[in-house]
C-alpha cells in the first residue's frame, strides 16, 4: 500500500482516483470547521497539493488513508489560520483566488448549511486545552476511530484515550460528545 500511495505523486491517474475517492471527506471535513465557501474550496485545493508533496509518508500499518488525510487537512487548516492571523487587510487575504461560478458557492453555501451543527459543536471545544480539543473532534465530529485520531494528529494511541477521556468528562453534559461516537 505504501508503494501505491507514493504512485500518487507521480502518476496522474493514480492521484485523479485518489482525488475523487477522498474529495468529499476532505470537503465535509473543513466545512465543518470553515464557513466560507471560497476558503473552503482553496483549502481543499491546498490539501491535495499537499498531498503530493507528503505522498511518500503515509504508513498504511498506521492507519487508514482518510485518518492520514485528515492529517494533512488539519496541518493545512492550521497553516492556513496561522496566515491569516499574519494578514491585516482583507485584501491581503482575497487576492489571487479564484472566482467560484455560481454552482460552486451554492455547492458550498449547502455543504457549510450542513455542517452548521459540528460548527456549534466546536464552539461548546473551543474552552478545552488544544490536544483534548483536537482528539474530541476527530473522533466525535470526523468519526474517526481513537486510533486513526492518534495517527492524525501524530500521537500515540493511549494519550489519544487520555485527552479523549478527558475532554469527554470536561463535557459530559453536551449530548454531542458521547452521541454515537466511536471510542
Known amino acids: 500500500m505504501r508503494r501505491k500511495q507514493a504512485e500518487i505523486a507521480t502518476d ?3 492521484f485523479a482516483a485518489f482525488y475523487r ?4 471527506a476532505v470537503t465535509r471535513f473543513l466545512a ?6 471560497h476558503t473552503v474550496a482553496d483549502l481543499v485545493a491546498e490539501v491535495f497539493v499537499a498531498v503530493l508533496d507528503s505522498a511518500h509518508t503515509y ?11 485528515y492529517g494533512v487537512a488539519r496541518n493545512t487548516l492550521s497553516a492556513e489560520r496561522r496566515r491569516v492571523y499574519k494578514q491585516l487587510q482583507l ?3 482575497v487576492s489571487g483566488r479564484r472566482a467560484l461560478d455560481t454552482d460552486d458557492v451554492a455547492r458550498l453555501e449547502e455543504r457549510i448549511d450542513a455542517e452548521r451543527h459540528a460548527r456549534l459543536a466546536f464552539e461548546a471545544m473551543a474552552e ?4 483534548e480539543r483536537a482528539v474530541l473532534e476527530l473522533v ?31 463535557l459530559r453534559n453536551l449530548p454531542f460528545v458521547t452521541d454515537g461516537a466511536p471510542g
Open 12 to 14: 496522474p491517474v493514480a
Open 21 to 24: 475517492r477522498h474529495v468529499d
Open 59 to 69: 504508513r498504511a500499518e498506521l492507519g487508514t488513508e482518510i485518518a492520514w488525510l
Open 32 to 37: 465543518r470547521r470553515v464557513d466560507a465557501p
Open 91 to 93: 485584501t491581503d487575504r
Open 140 to 170: 466525535v465530529i470526523d468519526q474517526l476511530t481513537v486510533t486513526e485520531a492518534a495517527l492524525a494528529l501524530g500521537i500515540r494511541q493511549g494519550t489519544a484515550k487520555v485527552r479523549l477521556h478527558r475532554a469527554r468528562q470536561t
Open 128 to 131: 478545552l486545552p488544544e490536544g
